[in-house]
């Protein structure tokens, strides 16, 4: 049996991975209506314009969170710290990092 091209869609990556987890929300009768619309204007069914619009803003949201913000003076400390020349290691950090490695089974 063959499909017709109308039917062969590309499947992404990220859909490999098993869907067996549940969300649900409850939400104004305008808001379900205003959802349908905007999915049938994309084609999509309700749920899987939900799902790719909050994923997109939850991607985003995290990838402006891990963003170190620093203002001049901060930059500048941060900037003369990685270029500082590292600290010599204390004696004893240097004997119990030697008494470790004789403790500790070494893993490969």
Known sequence: MCASEAHI???SPLTSER???RLAARVR????KLFERAAA???RSVATFVIAHALKAAVELVRQEEIIRLNTE???RF???LLATPRPVPDARRRAHKEY???VVKQL
């Open 74 to 76: 901060q930059s500048r």
């Open 19 to 21: 869907k067996n987890q």
């Open 29 to 32: 009768r305008t808001h379900k």
């Open 9 to 11: 869609r590309l499947v």
């Open 101 to 103: 490695g004789k403790r």
């Open 79 to 81: 900037a003369e710290a």
């Open 41 to 43: 204007i994309e084609g």
